[in-house]
């Protein structure tokens, strides 16, 4: 907290045995540069500043919340804009937000929440992909949710899809899609 406080925050009080904290950068080029969403707007120089390997906009987050001495939830999300030039097309998206996070079961969750595997989901939000696991998750497999590629802030070509920045939180998604059992609740 000393190391990235400027960063960070929270509200109320912080203490090792209460505290509820979060980290976040952000980054936005001028208007002019990112874009207008109207379909008729050319947006010849925001077309370009992709070309050159700028993002829009990029943000990145990590959190986590102590309860009685204990941490209980750990988060991190990554958001990046994604190019003007494709905000047209199907499904009309203008980023890509993808967020993991470990907390601790809550009575609420059932089958219709865990449907595939009992200590790790993944969902598409309005927001995004975002994938939740259980601390009795195996560590290996939380290792591999929480595993981000920031190339997609950073490398010339745009990233297009959230299984870019997390493979294995879109993989899980797949998963649940094809099983029998989330098909029977849709």
């Not at 904290?21 to 500043?49: A, C, M, Q, T």
């Not at 390997?53 to 990554?78: H, S």
């Not at 809550?106 to 989901?121: D, I, Q």
């Not at 920045?165 to 899609?177: A, M, V, Y």
Request: glycine fraction near 8%.
């Amino acid at each position: 907290m000393s190391k990235w406080g400027r960063w960070g925050g929270y509200r109320g009080v912080c203490t090792a045995q209460h505290c509820k904290y979060g980290i976040h950068f952000e980054h936005g080029l001028p208007k002019s540069l990112i874009g207008y969403p109207d379909e008729g707007v050319k947006n010849w120089l925001p077309r370009l500043v992709t070309r050159l390997g700028l993002r829009g906009w990029a943000a990145v987050a990590a959190g986590f919340t102590v309860e009685n001495g204990l941490v209980t939830e750990t988060d991190f999300l990554e958001d990046v804009m994604l190019p003007v030039q494709t905000w047209f097309s199907p499904p009309f998206e203008s980023d890509l937000y993808v967020s993991s996070r470990e907390e601790n079961k809550s009575p609420s969750y059932g089958l219709e929440y865990f449907p595939v595997h009992s200590n790790r989901t993944a969902r598409m939000s309005k927001f995004g992909l975002l994938v939740r696991f259980f601390p009795e998750e195996n560590p290996s497999e939380k290792e591999s949710l929480m595993n981000f590629r920031f190339n997609c802030i950073t490398q010339l070509n745009p990233c297009l899809r959230e299984d870019e920045i997390l493979p294995e939180g879109w993989h899980l998604l797949q998963e649940e899609q094809a099983s029998p059992f989330s098909k029977r609740r849709r």
